[in-house]
Antibody
Framework: EVQLVESGGGLVQPGGSLRLSCAVS????????MDWVRQAPGKGLEWVGR??????????EYAASVKGRFTISRDEAENSLYLLMDSLKMEDTAVYYC???????????????WGRGTLVTVSS | DIQMTQSPSAMSASVGDRVTITCRAS??????LDWFQHKPGKVPKRLIY???SLQSGVPSRFSGSGSGTEFTLTISSLQPEDFAAYYC?????????FGGGTKVEIK
């Protein structure tokens, strides 16, 4: 059974940092692209960033709103995906989801499976 | 960045209604568009990928169509469990972008 479990959310002051973790099981982590998606209170879904799989170099992509402040990494020995968030702003307050990508007919798709999310609150 | 404009932003419908949601891309994205359903307190669920392919396990009353810049999600006969928010997502070009969402409420 595929499982993704996020952790590390909490209350942080503006300008602070936080690291989210996503522990995965039930699939070969190194084979899959992984994404972070967030939802601010009362708002829609927003794609945050992506970690490519090992065959594709393990490189990353980011939304413009977080580029330069957020860093995605993965530890394949620990079967974990991470989101390091620096210089946090109040508008980063959201539930953060990690999602497993799926590879279909030569393309990588978002969201075959999702974690339940972890809440990050940026407030003084 | 590619902007995804979704309409309507909210709608009221009755069980049994045919529901259509539209997503328009600011530039051509071929068929690189997916549809997600999101219920409060639940995780998002992918319904449609590649514009028109039904995700395994998703009821056949859901269908998607379109290519280029205009896309449609159709629910042929709305069921009580379908009241939720729906989002399109383009994955043609980075950064990936979601539409603003459509909240389908009970009339």
């Amino acid at each position: 059974e595929v499982q993704l479990v996020e952790s590390g959310g909490g209350l942080v002051q503006p300008g602070g940092s936080l690291r989210l973790s996503c522990a995965v099981s039930g699939f070969t982590f190194s084979d899959h692209y992984m994404d972070w998606v967030r939802q601010a209170p009362g708002k829609g879904l927003e794609w945050v960033g992506r970690s490519r799989n090992r065959p594709d170099g393990g490189t990353t992509e980011y939304a413009a709103s977080v580029k330069g402040r957020f860093t995605i990494s993965r530890d394949e020995a620990e079967n974990s995906l991470y989101l390091l968030m620096d210089s946090l702003k109040m508008e980063d307050t959201a539930v953060y989801y990690c999602a497993r990508g799926s590879y279909i007919s030569g393309w990588h798709y978002v969201g075959a499976d999702w974690g339940r999310g972890t809440l990050v609150t940026v407030s003084s | 960045d590619i902007q995804m404009t979704q309409s309507p932003s909210a709608m009221s419908a009755s069980v049994g209604d045919r529901v259509t949601i539209t997503c328009r891309a600011s530039q051509g994205i071929s068929n690189h568009l997916d549809w997600f359903q999101h219920k409060p307190g639940k995780v998002p669920k992918r319904l449609i990928y590649a514009a028109s392919s039904l995700q395994s396990g998703v009821p056949s009353r859901f269908s998607g169509s379109g290519s280029g810049t205009e896309f449609t999600l159709t629910i042929s006969s709305l069921q009580p469990e379908d009241f939720a928010a729906y989002y399109c997502l383009q994955h043609s070009t980075y950064p990936l972008t979601f539409g603003g969402g459509t909240k389908v409420e009970i009339k």
